[in-house]
């Protein structure tokens, strides 16, 4: 469930809601075709969130970790989502500890090609 929380800003109160994963992609689809001159597909949309929306976590990692349909997933609440990939990591330290390590060997790979490129 979207948690909503009113917050008083001078004489209103505004009432600000959490983004459901399906709300972020349409937020996505429309401000890209919105600023960009390539419109974007909900397909590429798709794309670019499974590697972006969690810092740690690919959406299709979480749904092999925590199988659900897509509707389900769209339909997920920030904290929700959060909590989900919070209970994943828990049961998952082993995947989650070879995710970091594989980002450091890449970051520490980049900075050695950088490294070259100045000598």
């Known amino acids: 469930m979207r948690i909503e929380k009113p917050i008083p800003i001078g004489d209103h109160t505004i009432t600000i809601r959490e983004l459901t994963v399906a709300d972020i992609r349409a ?6 075709q919105q600023h960009g001159d390539v419109g974007l597909i909900p397909d ?16 299709d990692e979480l749904r092999a970790m925590a199988p659900m349909a897509q509707d389900m997933l769209d339909s997920l609440a920030d904290s929700e989502l959060q909590t989900l990939r919070d209970q ?3 049961l998952n330290p082993l995947f989650f500890g070879m995710k970091a390590r594989l980002e450091q060997a ?3 790979a ?4 950088l490294a070259q490129l100045n000598s």
Do not use: G, H, W, Y
Not at 27 to 32: D, E, G, Q, R, T
Not at 110 to 113: G, H, L, R
């Open 27 to 32: 937020l996505l689809v429309a401000s890209i």
């Open 106 to 108: 890449k970051a520490q």
């Open 110 to 113: 980049e900075m050695i090609a």
């Open 44 to 59: 590429q949309a798709d794309l670019i969130m499974n590697a972006t929306l969690l810092p740690d976590l690919r959406l």
């Open 88 to 90: 994943c990591r828990e």
